[in-house]
């Protein structure tokens, strides 16, 4: 089984819509929570780290649960430009620089 | 400000021969990363150096794989002999341990294909 285990998608939207990613994770001691994004053939950006309280960033919202060890992503009024690959990452070191990575969940908007 | 350099961008080789690629990491970064990444996968880290010293190698093949971070700025990856088994993205990041988020920051990476 693997420690970050996501839905591999495509996830194929119109412009507009609301669409929703999960993850979950193994590890029980993870810290830290994250979400990046990586366009096609570049390298993964911080997209959000995720907080126990949920957080907000503009269009995107991000949810953590620790009794179920489930982290999720919510995009609202999805743009053409938001298609990419939405990799879930976890960190079970204080430090946050032991990074583990989900294989991403690959998401197509389209006009 | 610059951020991480990587070269090559792109490399082929033949299987059996010895590859190296070169990363460059945000100034003032004092923590790198070496990942590699395999189509469809996230990235998996290969070593963690903190300034110098591998603090985090145990994922790092050592038959084939070696690195090195002289002097706690640029660092290389080596792959000697290459298989085929090894074509794949290979991603450096580096953060800052001192900041306030620690995120990592990656390079674009060099994507290596083993004939």
Redesign the interface.
């Known amino acids: 089984r693997k420690e ?1 285990e996501q839905d ?1 998608g495509p996830f194929n939207v119109p412009e507009g819509a609301t669409v929703a990613f999960n993850c979950t994770y193994s590890n029980s001691a993870s810290q830290s929570f994250f979400w990046y994004r990586q366009d096609c053939r ?5 997209l959000m ?1 995720v907080y126990s309280s949920g957080n907000e960033d503009g269009r995107f919202t991000a949810q953590l649960n620790r009794a179920s060890q489930y982290i999720s992503l919510l995009i609202r009024d999805s743009k053409l430009s938001d298609s990419a690959t939405y ?1 879930c ?1 976890v960190s079970a070191d204080t ?5 583990t ?4 969940t690959r998401l197509q908007v389209q006009p | 400000e610059a951020g991480v350099v990587q070269s090559p961008r792109y490399k082929i080789i033949e299987k059996k021969q010895p590859v190296a690629f070169w990363c460059n990491p945000i100034s003032g970064h004092n923590t790198l990363y070496w990942y590699l990444q395999n189509l469809g996968q996230g990235p998996e880290l290969l070593i963690r150096y903190e300034n110098e010293e591998a603090v985090d190698d145990s994922q790092l093949p050592k038959d084939r794989f070696s690195a090195e971070r002289l002097k706690g700025v640029d660092s290389t990856l080596k792959i000697q002999p290459a298989e085929l088994g090894d074509s794949a993205v290979y991603l450096c990041a580096s953060s800052d341990r001192g900041a306030l988020t620690d995120t990592q920051y990656f390079g674009p990476g060099t994507r290596l294909t083993v004939l």
Do not use: Q, T
Request: net charge positive; charged share 25%.
């Open positions: 970050v591999p570049k390298e993964p950006k911080l780290s990799l990452v430090g946050r620089r032991a990074l990575f989900g294989s991403g």
